[in-house]
């Protein structure tokens, strides 16, 4: 077995941001943003950037969207957040709004995933990859709050933890298990995980909240995977994206983004272990320590699939044939 520790993933600035407050937009809010459908749409928002609002009631008018699209960005892996500032008086609320799930079935209701703390400080907090991702976004106040609220985007870069090579022995591809299930310590972990592919995007049906037909709450996916580039997102529930829970996954109700391309977590809970082990592989078992380290943090690692070494070999002979052919 193989043991790779990432307890902490290293987040990094967006130097490609640096020096941009002088010029940072702010996007002011267009009365009339009550619901999804009047959202005020804030496109390409880049980290500095702000939104500027009103809002002196949890309701009504005071219910302001916004459709919050960030701007392109070299590929990767970014953690956006959003936080609330204001001259006045403190309460402002914010919310990360998605669609209801029911039996592996996304609605059309709206709903909330996730809710700002207010301690240490009012953020909400999501994923993106570089891909100009978009969600919605809501402000709300109290009979309180009466003067303007000021939402302000930072963004980083996050390196995942590399797993290295796993060995699939087929070059079609072969089934891979990846657990949580006995890998985070005396208390087992309700995790929600789900898997991306080499561009990041994640990828149907190869996501897993609670293990199928089993009493524990952590997650366990058995999938073909052909050789190439995987990204793994894990955290406890709920991680959110705008996948619909697969026929085997014993829990098939979580919330889920409007958009393809972003993940959200909706726990504030800190300091979790969600480490996994990836067996099927020839090599022998990976394993993994992750830890989701703060509020809203999601864990990621990558690792690679290779076809077995019998099969490279015959994949270089055959080269070879083919470059003595040409000559």
């Not at 009339?32 to 009504?60: C, E, F, P, Q, R």
């Not at 459709?67 to 957040?81: F, K």
Request: aromatic share 8%.
């Amino acid at each position: 077995m193989r043991w790779i520790r990432g307890g902490v993933v290293v987040a990094i600035a967006v130097m490609a941001l640096a020096g941009r407050a002088a010029e940072a937009a702010i996007f002011n809010e267009v009365e009339g943003n009550d619901n999804k459908a009047t959202a005020n749409l804030v496109s390409g928002m880049l980290a500095g950037d702000s939104i500027v609002g009103l809002s002196t009631s949890s309701s009504g008018a005071g219910l302001d969207y916004y459709r919050v699209q960030t701007a392109p960005l070299v590929a990767g892996i970014y953690r956006h957040r959003l936080t609330l500032t204001t001259a006045g008086a403190a309460g402002h609320t914010g919310t990360i709004r998605g669609l209801t799930q029911s039996g592996g079935v996304i609605g059309t209701s709206d709903s909330t995933l996730q809710t700002s703390p207010t301690s240490p400080s009012r953020f909400n907090q999501w994923y993106g990859f570089g891909g100009g991702e978009s969600l919605y976004y809501r402000v709300t106040g109290t009979s309180s709050t009466t003067s303007d609220y000021v939402s302000t985007l930072t963004s980083e870069a996050i390196l995942p933890l590399d797993l290295g090579s796993i060995d699939v022995g087929s070059i079609a591809g072969g089934n891979l298990t990846i657990t949580s299930v006995g890998q985070t310590g005396g208390t087992q972990t309700d995790t929600d995980m789900m898997v991306l592919d080499s561009n990041f995007q994640g990828i149907a049906d190869y996501l897993n909240d609670d293990a199928f037909s089993s009493p524990s709450l952590g997650s366990t996916l058995t999938r073909p995977f052909a050789p190439g580039v995987y990204y793994l997102a894990i955290s406890n529930y709920n991680v959110a994206s705008s996948l619909a829970s697969p026929a085997d996954d014993d829990f098939r109700s979580g919330s889920v983004l409007d958009f393809a391309g972003g993940i959200v977590n909706t726990s504030t809970t800190a300091n979790l272990n969600v480490s996994v082990n990836i067996s099927g592989g020839l090599g022998g078992d990976t394993f993994g320590a992750l830890t989701k380290v703060g509020a809203f943090d999601v864990a990621f690692a990558k690792f690679t699939v290779v076809p077995e070494p019998a099969t490279l070999s015959l994949l270089g002979l055959g080269a070879v044939a083919m470059i003595r052919r040409r000559r």
